[in-house]
């Protein structure tokens, strides 16, 4: 199930390939250096000592690692050049199966601490709210026109706990058996839910996390990475809940698993509301195509509160509200995520706890459903 992805002697070969202004350049003309991060792909830097009036002079080279079952290769790379087309993403510069070369962004990921706190917050919620505002044309994203733009995250979540329990189901029965116990527990309580309160479906990211926000030398932000729960039409309570719940995981942790769970940097309420507030500006000024987005000062309060329950709720009166939206999506995100990690724990070439991860995950979608 898992992609083929180790060292490769002919990475030199690749960028020649992939970025046509270095197609004549010889092995010593081309620095590859692998970059920190990926959890999914193998990242690596390429650059020109003596770059000799040629552009680009560096770039990232991306070396795809998901497991088959995880990712549709052919429509994350049309969602990419899409992002790369509207200047959102970083400028591609050529890709084949295996490789892709994009622009390299001189800057530096968010550290989760960094990534939680309140300016950082009203800045990630302006991101989203921009991203949201895209809109795809139907050959990029697999909708007919005039249809109604179906949510990936449902769908998403029953794939990837199948390829998870395929993968996995010899070698981690341990795991397998709480995953598919806490599926039937996310079918039977949290979809019916999920389905009432008709959270609006927009173009979302899908994994915005301390690692995917760039800070450049500029002190500008941008979100990269589009591909392991890919760019995608969603419930935009999803997105938000999914990066709320980033907030206190640790991806890049110094420690034995490379990664930790960290409480203690929960937003403050007012820290979620300050990005509310920051996403809503954002999507009350802006549509796909630059014109005004009609949202009432009664729709912005409601959507605001969305971000200031703190508790998970079982009562059906409730569901509809705005107020509940990315509540109700926090347990989707730690069952996905654990499926991923399930899939990912026998065969991936990155070094990563990804059981342990998967557990972690699992705990969380548990705290969820047992909250009051």
């Not at 509207?86 to 960094?114: C, D, H, M």
């Not at 549509?287 to 329950?309: F, H, K, N, Q």
């Amino acid at each position: 199930m898992a992609a083929a992805c180790g060292p490769s002697p002919t990475l030199r070969s690749v960028c020649r390939q992939l970025v046509p202004a270095w197609a004549d350049l010889r092995d010593d003309e081309i620095d590859v250096d692998p970059l920190l991060g990926g959890l999914s792909n193998k990242l690596w830097h390429a650059r020109l000592p003596a770059p000799g009036g040629r552009h680009p002079t560096e770039i990232v080279l991306r070396q795809f690692c998901t497991t088959s079952g995880l990712i549709d290769r052919p429509y994350e790379q049309r969602v990419f050049a899409f992002l790369a087309g509207t200047g959102f993403a970083p400028k591609l510069f050529g890709a084949n199966g295996e490789f892709r070369a994009e622009q390299y962004i001189r800057g530096v990921s968010l550290t989760v601490e960094e990534f939680g706190r309140p300016a950082t917050l009203e800045v990630v919620g302006d991101l989203i709210g921009q991203f949201h505002s895209l809109e795809p044309p139907p050959d990029v994203t697999r909708y007919s026109p005039g249809c109604e733009r179906p949510a990936n995250v449902l769908e998403q979540c029953d794939q990837w706990v199948r390829t998870a329990l395929d993968a996995a189901q010899h070698a981690s029965p341990e795991l397998v058996d709480r995953l598919r116990r806490c599926k039937d527990e996310f079918d039977r309580i949290v979809r019916p839910l999920l389905l009432m309160a008709q959270s609006p479906v927009v173009f979302c990211h899908n994994d915005v996390q301390e690692g995917n926000v760039i800070r450049s030398d500029d002190n500008e932000y941008f979100l990269i990475d589009y591909e392991v729960s890919y760019a995608a039409w969603n419930f935009r309570a999803y997105d938000l809940a999914n990066s709320l719940c980033e907030t206190v995981i640790d991806n890049q942790a110094d420690n034995e698993h490379g990664f930790a769970i960290r409480p203690d940097l929960a937003p403050s309420p007012d820290a979620i509301r300050g990005m509310a507030v920051s996403y809503l500006k954002r999507v009350q000024a802006l549509t796909p195509r630059g014109r005004r987005r009609s949202i009432t000062s009664s729709a912005v309060d409601a959507l605001i509160e969305v971000c200031l329950l703190t508790g998970f709720y079982t009562h059906v009166h409730l569901i509809g509200t705005a107020a509940q939206e990315v509540k109700l999506f926090k347990p989707v995100s730690h069952l996905l995520w654990a499926a991923w990690a399930v899939a990912k724990v026998h065969g991936s070439a990155i070094e990563f706890g990804y059981a342990q991860y998967a557990r972690a995950r699992l705990d969380l979608f548990d705290r969820e459903l047992q909250r009051d």
